[in-house]
């Protein structure tokens, strides 16, 4: 970890296919940019719990030896037996006050609250660690249904003291003024893991350090 840390960071999101050399890849991208990634968004579809814990086993092994929060999406239960840093929950996803009884007092809790003030109020009020705003530009990853605007990171950094997660087709060559509003964390992944993941960390490293 360098002792200076850049004023936006990254939180980075798995693809849905964690298989074959991906955690090699992952291993890269941190090691792109040390103090940079803060966060790792475990992120798939589709596959029992036994097989998710499976795929995370590596992954979160590889992101605790480099002092990165391991985060799971969507699934307070698959967080607690894996014993994850935290979890990423939907506005259907569950409740942040039940995530923190099932996941203790340490853990890292996040909200999607796309473009509303109100919701991320709500969840704020509700004990989450952070609020994720967006979509920002229209994604590769998922369907967007929701488009947040760069007044509502402006205002939220302005009044909340609570981090802010940007997120929805960030890339190096439009993050700019998403740091400039006082996003605290850019949630990215098609934009790392669709290429060369070393080259994309490092791209993003040069465009929030000139921010």
Same mark, same amino acid.
């Given at each position: 970890?360098?002792?200076?840390?850049?004023?936006?960071?990254?939180? +980075?999101?798995?693809?849905?296919?964690?298989?074959?050399?991906?955690?090699?890849?992952?291993?890269?991208?941190?090691?792109?940019?040390?103090?940079?990634?803060?966060?790792?968004?475990?992120?798939?579809?589709?596959?029992?719990?036994?097989?998710?814990?499976?795929?995370?086993?590596? +992954?979160?092994?590889?992101?605790?030896?480099?002092?990165?929060?391991?985060?799971?999406?969507?699934?307070?239960? +698959?967080?607690?037996?894996?014993?994850?840093?935290?979890?990423?929950?939907?506005?259907?996803?569950?409740?942040?006050?039940?995530?923190?009884?099932?996941?203790?007092?340490?853990?890292?809790?996040?909200?999607?609250?796309?473009?509303?003030?109100?919701?991320?109020?709500?969840?704020?009020?509700?004990?989450?660690?952070?609020?994720?705003?967006?979509?920002?530009?229209?994604?590769?990853?998922?369907?967007?249904?929701?488009?947040?605007?760069?007044?509502?990171?402006?205002?939220?950094?302005?009044?909340?003291?609570?981090?802010?997660?940007?997120?929805?087709?960030?890339?190096?060559?439009?993050?700019?003024? +998403?740091?400039?509003?006082?996003?605290?964390?850019?949630?990215?992944?098609?934009?790392?893991?669709?290429?060369?993941?070393?080259?994309?960390?490092?791209?993003?490293?040069?465009?929030?350090?000139?921010?």
């Amino acid at each position: 970890m360098t002792d200076i840390l850049p004023p936006t960071q990254l939180y +980075l999101i798995s693809p849905l296919d964690v298989t074959g050399d991906f955690p090699q890849r992952l291993e890269r991208a941190l090691d792109a940019g040390p103090g940079l990634v803060t966060a790792f968004q475990f992120r798939v579809k589709g596959v029992d719990q036994h097989e998710a814990a499976a795929l995370a086993e590596p +992954l979160q092994a590889i992101c605790a030896a480099r002092e990165v929060a391991f985060i799971v999406n969507d699934d307070i239960g +698959l967080a607690k037996r894996l014993g994850a840093d935290g979890v990423h929950l939907g506005q259907g996803d569950g409740d942040p006050q039940e995530a923190r009884e099932e996941l203790g007092r340490e853990a890292q809790i996040g909200v999607t609250c796309h473009a509303s003030r109100h919701l991320a109020l709500e969840a704020g009020e509700a004990g989450a660690d952070y609020v994720a705003f967006g979509a920002f530009f229209p994604s590769t990853t998922k369907e967007t249904e929701h488009r947040a605007e760069l007044d509502l990171l402006e205002w939220w950094s302005e009044m909340v003291e609570l981090p802010s997660v940007a997120i929805g087709g960030i890339t190096p060559e439009n993050c700019r003024p +998403l740091v400039d509003a006082g996003a605290d964390f850019l949630a990215v992944s098609g934009a790392v893991w669709n290429g060369d993941e070393v080259a994309a960390i490092k791209a993003f490293a040069e465009q929030i350090a000139a921010a």
